[in-house]
């Protein structure tokens, strides 16, 4: 798939690659060192992988590959390490680690000298990839934090003087769509649009949570040849909302202490841990979007459900009579607008890069489930207003 078609992230690692493949069929010479720079982790897997595959052979692996930590091992001796030709492999790989050491306090001059010195005139036989996952690329890099653009722009400056700079950015929603896809498609199997779309949205756009997801969907679709909407809801979605539906019935029940304890369960049992903080609020803004339905078109019973609420927008079978029991708690269409307001604000918030994700969370739980108390108007106090 041609690299244009992707966004910036898959886009840059997709011309990695082809570098990577092109030397190590010896139609092309590789720079002596690459910058991985960004922490969107499944595309720096992405480049390992690459690395391994076209330039390590694993019977050699032992000699020729290294992983290095400048946390424990020196620039100094990272160098000295690509500088000596080894005796039992023609080519040495060096990954190096914890890249953020060489812009902690000091301005490092003797570090970044003998950098120069190095790629000055670097070993032809040794290829140097520094990791610095200690900034955040989104996937417009326009939105970029300043703190992370001061961060990119000293890297620039330093190491992206000698070596090619990879930017590892986030991906966006349709990358991750057509990614998913791809990977299917390459087991036989087809991902319908709607699946694939559903995959990416519950998920967040989070590669490692998507990629890992999908290979569960790849394999209970074996014999069938596709993978549906309904398999991703069902698969995907039952899992993780059989907590969060405990989570909001806790909500619903105003019982905060409940809430809260849920929620650390939810936050430690999934892979990303508080990384996966949107698409937590994603599932969070849907259910409550769900329940509002529910309750404004008087639904009773699991049979009606389905005419109430259209496909896509379904939740897991299981699910239902729980949801309907939970909508019914509420006394009015205010408190669940007033639940969705403060999903929102929660949001922003996470998007605004907070010290703390969870925190974040626990406060916007402890909001939800608390038992509003209302104003001498009417509303619900803590709610968000609006002005024209």
């Given at each position: 798939?041609?690299?244009?078609?992707?966004?910036?992230?898959?886009?840059?690692?997709?011309?990695?690659?082809?570098?990577?493949?092109?030397?190590?069929?010896?139609?092309?010479?590789?720079?002596?060192?690459?910058?991985?720079?960004?922490?969107?982790?499944?595309?720096?897997?992405?480049?390992?992988?690459?690395?391994?595959?076209?330039?390590?052979?694993?019977?050699?692996?032992?000699?020729?590959?290294?992983?290095?930590?400048?946390?424990?091992?020196?620039?100094?001796?990272?160098?000295?390490?690509?500088?000596?030709?080894?005796?039992?492999?023609?080519?040495?790989?060096?990954?190096?680690?914890?890249?953020?050491?060489?812009?902690?306090?000091?301005?490092?001059?003797?570090?970044?000298?003998?950098?120069?010195?190095?790629?000055?005139?670097?070993?032809p036989q040794a290829l140097v990839i520094f990791v610095a996952d200690f900034i955040r690329i989104p996937s417009d890099a326009r939105r970029m934090e300043m703190e992370d653009k001061t961060r990119y722009q000293r890297l620039q400056e330093t190491l992206g003087?000698?070596?090619?700079?990879?930017?590892?950015?986030?991906?966006?929603?349709?990358?991750?769509?057509?990614?998913?896809?791809?990977?299917?498609?390459?087991?036989?199997?087809?991902?319908?649009?709607?699946?694939?779309?559903?995959?990416?949205?519950?998920?967040?756009?989070?590669?490692?949570?998507?990629?890992?997801?999908l290979e569960k969907l790849l394999l209970y679709a074996q014999g069938r040849g596709r993978i549906t909407l309904g398999d991703v809801e069902t698969m995907v979605l039952g899992a993780k909302q059989r907590s969060l539906y405990e989570l909001t019935d806790a909500?619903?029940?105003?019982?905060?202490?409940?809430?809260?304890?849920?929620?650390?369960?939810?936050?430690?049992?999934?892979?990303?841990?508080?990384?996966?903080?949107?698409?937590?609020?994603?599932?969070?803004?849907?259910?409550?979007?769900?329940?509002?339905?529910?309750?404004?078109?008087?639904?009773?019973?699991?049979?009606?459900?389905?005419?109430?609420?259209?496909?896509?927008?379904?939740?897991?079978?299981?699910?239902?009579?729980?949801?309907?029991?939970?909508?019914?708690?509420?006394?009015?269409?205010?408190?669940?607008?007033?639940?969705?307001?403060?999903?929102?604000?929660?949001?922003?918030?996470?998007?605004?890069?907070?010290?703390?994700?969870?925190?974040?969370?626990?406060?916007?739980?402890?909001?939800?489930?608390?038992?509003?108390?209302?104003?001498?108007?009417?509303w619900a106090t803590g709610e968000l207003t609006f002005e024209n």
């Amino acid at each position: 798939m041609s690299a244009a078609r992707w966004g910036a992230g898959f886009a840059a690692v997709s011309r990695f690659v082809e570098e990577v493949e092109a030397a190590g069929a010896g139609k092309t010479q590789l720079k002596p060192g690459y910058v991985l720079a960004g922490d969107e982790i499944f595309l720096l897997d992405r480049c390992r992988e690459a690395v391994l595959k076209f330039l390590v052979p694993e019977n050699l692996r032992e000699f020729c590959l290294s992983e290095l930590d400048l946390g424990e091992t020196n620039i100094f001796e990272v160098l000295d390490r690509a500088q000596t030709p080894s005796l039992m492999a023609p080519f040495q790989a060096i990954f190096v680690r914890n890249v953020r050491t060489l812009y902690t306090r000091g301005n490092k001059k003797e570090e970044f000298a003998a950098i120069e010195r190095y790629f000055r005139s670097p070993n032809p036989q040794a290829l140097v990839i520094f990791v610095a996952d200690f900034i955040r690329i989104p996937s417009d890099a326009r939105r970029m934090e300043m703190e992370d653009k001061t961060r990119y722009q000293r890297l620039q400056e330093t190491l992206g003087e000698h070596c090619g700079v990879v930017e590892l950015a986030h991906v966006e929603e349709d990358d991750a769509m057509r990614w998913a896809m791809a990977r299917a498609q390459q087991e036989e199997i087809k991902l319908e649009q709607d699946a694939a779309r559903e995959l990416a949205d519950a998920l967040g756009a989070d590669m490692m949570l998507i990629a890992s997801e999908l290979e569960k969907l790849l394999l209970y679709a074996q014999g069938r040849g596709r993978i549906t909407l309904g398999d991703v809801e069902t698969m995907v979605l039952g899992a993780k909302q059989r907590s969060l539906y405990e989570l909001t019935d806790a909500i619903s029940l105003h019982e905060p202490a409940r809430a809260l304890m849920l929620l650390n369960g939810l936050l430690n049992s999934s892979e990303a841990g508080e990384d996966a903080a949107i698409g937590h609020l994603y599932m969070l803004a849907r259910t409550f979007r769900q329940m509002l339905v529910i309750l404004e078109k008087n639904v009773h019973d699991s049979r009606a459900i389905w005419q109430a609420l259209w496909q896509g927008f379904r939740m897991p079978p299981f699910a239902a009579e729980d949801l309907i029991r939970q909508a019914r708690r509420y006394k009015n269409r205010r408190e669940l607008t007033r639940a969705l307001r403060l999903v929102a604000r929660a949001d922003l918030e996470l998007r605004s890069s907070p010290p703390d994700k969870r925190l974040v969370l626990e406060r916007l739980i402890y909001d939800l489930a608390s038992n509003p108390k209302l104003n001498s108007t009417g509303w619900a106090t803590g709610e968000l207003t609006f002005e024209n």
